[in-house]
Every structure is written in C-alpha cells, then in structure tokens.
C-alpha cells in the first residue's frame, strides 16, 4: 500500500487504478478527493494501531488520547467526505457503488459513536466501536489481498472481481469485529460469575 501511496505522488494519471478513470480526471472534485484520500488513508491505519495497546494505554495515556482524537478527526473530517465521493463515482455500477457507500457511512457511524461514548466514558462501549470502526479502516487492507487472492482460485472477469473486492474488503471485517466484541463479553460475564 505504501509503494502504491509513493506511486501516486508522482501525480501521473496511467497508473493503478487511475487507468480506470481516466473520464473523471478532469472533474477537480473527484480527482482532489482521490488524492486527499490516498495520501491520508495511513493516517488513521496508523493512528488507529496503538488503539488496541493495553500497555500503551497504562503507560502512556496522552500519547493514547492524541492518537485516538488523530484517528477520530482523520476519518471523521478528511476520509468520510473524501470516500463518499468517491463511492458515489466508484466503478462496477450499483454493486460497488452501494458496497463503498455502506462501507462510508458505517465507517462514519462507527468512528462517531467511539468518540461520543469515551466523552461519556463509557469505556466498553467506545471499545467495541473503536474496534468496529477499526475493522472497516483495515478494509484499505483486505480490499488490496482480495484483489490478489481471488484470481489465485477462481476466474472471474475484471469487473465482477471488483464488485466481490468491494463487498469482501470490509464484511468479512466486520463479522470478526463482532466475533472479537462477544467473546471479549462472554469472558467477562464468566469471571462475574465465578467471581461470586
């Protein structure tokens, strides 16, 4: 991904996936919103890592706080509007449009509500919608491998493949945020009941 990042800094226009849009280069909304899009998408990637670090949380809470509010306002200011636009002019017709479209707005909804639960401190809560939130930024990720596993095991035309990529590059992502979240609650309710 980070190659891919430094590939489009050189501002070339017959690259990647920009080969495939070639008729909205000349809309300057879409094409900033690409680049704003591509060039911040690591910020929240990495911000969004030391989330999940019970050690950096016990010993080094400002630097676990600045990276959350980094996360929060990267994806909440720049990536959502940036990858709505995007989604609404994405390839492969209402499939991909809908997928990336869903995709925005959960990401948005998830991002939001992790942020209004700590500020209430509702510290399980904004857990599992941080992880949430976090499944569907790692989307950027799995949406890249499934490109490339895929062809290994099927044959699928061009544009077919592009539509599964585009739901294949956050559901499964989200089943195992939801997997993690219920057994994190079932091993709490057992240590409340052995507790007693």
Request: proline share 4%.
């Amino acid at each position: 991904m980070l190659s891919m990042i430094i590939d489009y800094a050189s501002f070339e226009t017959d690259i990647h996936f920009l080969r495939s849009k070639q008729g909205y280069l000349q809309n300057t909304t879409w094409t900033w919103a690409f680049y704003i899009h591509v060039f911040t998408a690591i910020i929240p990637l990495v911000a969004g890592l030391t989330q999940f670090s019970p050690y950096l949380l016990r010993t080094n809470k400002r630097l676990h706080r600045t990276a959350g509010k980094i996360y929060i306002l990267a994806i909440l200011l720049i990536n959502f509007p940036t990858g709505l636009i995007l989604a609404i002019n994405a390839n492969g017709y209402l499939p991909t449009k809908l997928a990336f479209l869903l995709l925005d707005c959960l990401w948005f909804f998830f991002t939001l509500r992790a942020w209004l639960e700590i500020k209430k401190g509702n510290i399980t809560a904004h857990k599992n919608f941080m992880l949430r939130s976090y499944a569907l930024t790692f989307s950027a990720i799995t949406l890249r491998t499934w490109k490339i596993i895929l062809p290994v095991f099927i044959t699928i035309d061009p544009l077919t493949l592009y539509q599964l990529d585009a739901w294949l590059g956050f559901v499964p992502n989200l089943f195992i945020a939801e997997w993690l979240i219920s057994r994190s609650h079932r091993s709490k309710e057992k240590k409340y009941i052995s507790s007693k």
